[in-house]
C-alpha cells in the first residue's frame, strides 16, 4: 500500500535503535502482507468449517476453486485500472484537488461493476451450479472489484490501523456468519458462500465510512477520469500485464494433462497450483524490506538529486547526486535481491520435508523447487516496474511488465510438452529474462537521467486533446440535469464538525495575532 514511507520514516527518526528498527518492519509487514495473510486464514477457516459439518470433498474443494476464481479474475480485471487511478489520486492531491477523488471512486467502480457483470455474469450463469450459488458468486464478484479499488484509495488516507482493523471484523463475520448459518440448518456450502459475501460487504461498508469521512465532496460525474484516459493509457495496459504475469503461467497448466475438472468449465492444476501457492508465501521478506529500502533509504537519495535540480545546484552538484541515487538504488536492489535468495535457498533446502507431510510428492517438490526462484525473481521484476514509475517512465513500466507477461506465458507453453518436471521453468526463465532486460534497461536510463530531465520534456506543455477528452467535455458542455451525471453531496456532518473546528481555530489565532500585534515596546 502507497504512503506507508509517511510512517517508517518516522519511526526511523526516532531514537531507539533496534527497538525502532523491528518496529518499523513489523509496521511495513503487518501493513503490506497482512491483509493477504488474514484472507488465506479465512480461507482456510471456513474450508475447515465445512470439513467439520461432514461437507464431502467435492463440496469442500468447490467452495474454495470457485471463491479463489472469483479473487483471482476480479483482481485481473481491476488491477487493470488500479495502477491508472493511483495516478491519478496522487496528481489530485499534488494539485489540491482533493474534491475530484471521490467521484473518481465512484466513477471508475461504476464501470467495473458493469464491465464485471457483462464477462463474469456470462461465465457464472454457464457454470453447473445451483442458482442460490450463482447469485451469490456474482455478489461476492462484484464486491471484491469494489474492495480492490477502496483499497487503492484508501492509500492515501495512511490510517493503516483502520485498515487491518476493518479486516479483521469483516473476516470475523465471514466465519461467524458461516459457523451460525450452518448450525441454524441452512445447507452447508450455501452457509459458507452467504458468509464469506457478508464478510466482504461489511468490509466494502466499513471502507467506504473511511474513504467518506477522508475526502472531501465534489460535484460526480462518471466522465472525470476521461481527460486522463488520453495522457496515461499506458498505465492501464501496465496494471494488466502485472496482474496477467502474476497468474498466466497457472492459466496454461490448467489446460495441460494433469488438470482437475471441480464443475463442468471451472478447472485447476493441483499439483502446479498448490506448489505456486507455497512458492508464492516465500516472497514476503522480499515485499517487506523492499518497501523500507525504497521508502527510507532510496527515496532520500531520490529527493536530494531532485532537489538539487529544483533549487539551483550547478550541472557539477547534478551529476554528483545522479551518481549517488544510481549506488543508493542497485545498491538496495542488490541487498533485498541477496536476502530473499537466501531465504529461497533455505525454502529449497529445509522445506521438503514438511511439505511432505501435507501431501506433497516428488513432482509437486521439484515443481515448488522451480518457483521458489521464479517468485524470487518475478518480484524483482515488480519492484523494478515501480522504480520505473518513480521516474515517470511509463513507456518503461509498460514494456517490462508486458515483457514478462508475454514471455512467462510462452516459456511455460513451451515445457508442456516436456512433462510435470518442467512445469515451471518457463516462469522461473520469464523472470530471469525480464529481470536481466530490466535491471540493464534501468541502468541506461539513470545514466541519461539528465536528458531525460533537461531535454525530454516540452518547452510549453499542452494537455493532450484526445477522443476521451472531447467526450469529457461533450458532457460535460451539456449542463447540470442533461446528461452530465453531476450530483452534489452535502458535507457529512464530520466534515461539517471539522470545519468548524478549523474555523474555530482560525479565529483563535486571528485574536492572539491581534493582542500581540497591539502591544508596543
Given at each position: 500500500m502507497a504512503g506507508v514511507g509517511f510512517e517508517l520514516k518516522k519511526l526511523f527518526r526516532k531514537r531507539g535503535g533496534y527497538l525502532n528498527t523491528v518496529k518499523a518492519y513489523a509496521v511495513t509487514a503487518a501493513v503490506t502482507e497482512g491483509p493477504m495473510i488474514l484472507c488465506i486464514v479465512v480461507q482456510f477457516a471456513i474450508r475447515l468449517l465445512l470439513r467439520l459439518h461432514g461437507a464431502a470433498y467435492n463440496v469442500q474443494e468447490t467452495y474454495l476453486i470457485t471463491t479463489t476464481y472469483v479473487m483471482i479474475f476480479s483482481l485481473l480485471l481491476s488491477n487493470t485500472f488500479l495502477m491508472f487511478t493511483s495516478r491519478y489520486i496522487s496528481d489530485s492531491i499534488y494539485e489540491d484537488h482533493k474534491n475530484r477523488i471521490l467521484p473518481s471512486f465512484f466513477s471508475i467502480v461504476f464501470y467495473l461493476l458493469v464491465l464485471g457483470a457483462?464477462?463474469?455474469?456470462?461465465?457464472?450463469?454457464?457454470?453447473?451450479?445451483?442458482?442460490?450459488?450463482?447469485?451469490?458468486?456474482?455478489?461476492?464478484?462484484?464486491?471484491?472489484?469494489?474492495?480492490?479499488?477502496?483499497?487503492?484509495?484508501?492509500?492515501?488516507?495512511?490510517?493503516?490501523?483502520?485498515?487491518?482493523?476493518?479486516?479483521?471484523?469483516?473476516?470475523?463475520?465471514?466465519?461467524?456468519?458461516?459457523m451460525a448459518l450452518m448450525f441454524a440448518g441452512l445447507e452447508i456450502l450455501t452457509a459458507a458462500y452467504l458468509g464469506t459475501v457478508l464478510g466482504d460487504f461489511?468490509?466494502?461498508?466499513?471502507?467506504?465510512?473511511?474513504?467518506?469521512?477522508?475526502?472531501?465532496?465534489?460535484?460526480?460525474?462518471?466522465?472525470?477520469?476521461?481527460?486522463?484516459?488520453?495522457?496515461?493509457?499506458?498505465?492501464?495496459?501496465?496494471?494488466?500485464?502485472?496482474?496477467?504475469?502474476?497468474?498466466?503461467?497457472?492459466?496454461?497448466?490448467?489446460?495441460?494433462?494433469?488438470?482437475?475438472?471441480?464443475?463442468?468449465?471451472?478447472?485447476?492444476?493441483?499439483?502446479?497450483?498448490?506448489?505456486?501457492?507455497?512458492?508464492?508465501?516465500?516472497?514476503?521478506?522480499?515485499?517487506?524490506?523492499?518497501?523500507?529500502?525504497?521508502?527510507?533509504?532510496?527515496?532520500?537519495?531520490?529527493?536530494?538529486?531532485?532537489?538539487?535540480?529544483?533549487?539551483?545546484?550547478?550541472?557539477?552538484?547534478?551529476?554528483?547526486?545522479?551518481?549517488?541515487?544510481?549506488?543508493?538504488?542497485?545498491?538496495?536492489?542488490?541487498?533485498?535481491?541477496?536476502?530473499?535468495?537466501?531465504?529461497e535457498l533455505l525454502c529449497i533446502t529445509f522445506l521438503g520435508n514438511f511439505l511432505r507431510t501435507i501431501g506433497f510428492d516428488r513432482e509437486m517438490l521439484i515443481v515448488f523447487r522451480y518457483l521458489c526462484i521464479g517468485y524470487c525473481f518475478f518480484v524483482l521484476v515488480k519492484s523494478l516496474?515501480?522504480?520505473?514509475?518513480?521516474?515517470?517512465?511509463?513507456?518503461?513500466?509498460?514494456?517490462?511488465?508486458?515483457?514478462?507477461a508475454v514471455s512467462?506465458?510462452?516459456?511455460?507453453?513451451?515445457?508442456?510438452?516436456?512433462?510435470?518436471?518442467?512445469?515451471g521453468l518457463g516462469f522461473l526463465a520469464a523472470g530471469a529474462v525480464t529481470s536481466a532486460a530490466g535491471l540493464f534497461y534501468l541502468y541506461h536510463y539513470i545514466k541519461r537521467l539528465e536528458y531525460k530531465v533537461f531535454c525530454r520534456q516540452p518547452l510549453f506543455y499542452e494537455e493532450p486533446d484526445g477522443v476521451f477528452k472531447r467526450i469529457a467535455d461533450h458532457v460535460e458542455s451539456r449542463g447540470p440535469g442533461r446528461g452530465d451525471f453531476k450530483a452534489h453531496y452535502k458535507p457529512t456532518?464530520?466534515?461539517?464538525?471539522?470545519?468548524?473546528?478549523k474555523q474555530r481555530a482560525a479565529a483563535r489565532r486571528g485574536r492572539h495575532s491581534a493582542a500581540r500585534g497591539g502591544i508596543r515596546p
Open positions: 457483462l464477462v463474469a455474469g456470462v461465465y457464472i450463469l454457464l457454470l453447473d451450479l445451483r442458482p442460490v450459488y450463482k447469485a451469490l458468486l456474482f455478489l461476492q464478484f462484484e464486491l471484491m472489484q469494489v474492495l480492490w479499488v477502496q483499497m487503492s484509495y484508501l492509500s492515501a488516507v495512511k490510517k493503516y490501523s483502520k485498515v487491518l482493523v476493518c479486516f479483521l471484523i469483516a473476516y470475523f463475520v465471514s466465519i461467524a456468519s458461516s461489511v468490509m466494502v461498508v466499513l471502507y467506504m465510512q473511511e474513504l467518506i469521512d477522508f475526502f472531501p465532496s465534489g460535484p460526480m460525474s462518471l466522465v472525470v477520469l476521461f481527460p486522463y484516459l488520453d495522457k496515461y493509457k499506458s498505465l492501464i495496459l501496465t496494471g494488466f500485464c502485472s496482474a496477467l504475469g502474476l497468474f498466466g503461467h497457472n492459466f496454461v497448466y490448467w489446460f495441460s494433462e494433469y488438470h482437475t475438472r471441480v464443475i463442468p468449465r471451472m478447472v485447476y492444476c493441483m499439483k502446479y497450483d498448490v506448489a505456486a501457492f507455497f512458492a508464492s508465501l516465500t516472497i514476503i521478506p522480499f515485499l517487506v524490506v523492499f518497501v523500507v529500502a525504497l521508502e527510507v533509504n532510496f527515496y532520500k537519495a531520490y529527493r536530494s538529486y531532485f532537489d538539487t535540480i529544483l533549487y539551483g545546484g550547478t550541472l557539477e552538484d547534478i551529476q554528483v547526486e545522479n551518481r549517488n541515487l544510481g549506488q543508493t538504488l542497485f545498491r538496495e536492489l542488490a541487498h533485498v535481491f541477496e536476502l530473499q535468495f537466501f531465504v516496474v515501480i522504480l520505473m514509475l518513480y521516474f515517470d517512465d511509463r513507456a518503461g513500466a509498460m514494456a517490462t511488465s508486458a515483457l514478462f512467462s506465458i510462452l516459456l511455460s507453453i513451451l515445457t508442456l510438452p516436456f512433462g510435470i518436471e518442467a512445469y456532518w464530520r466534515q461539517q464538525r471539522r470545519a468548524r473546528r
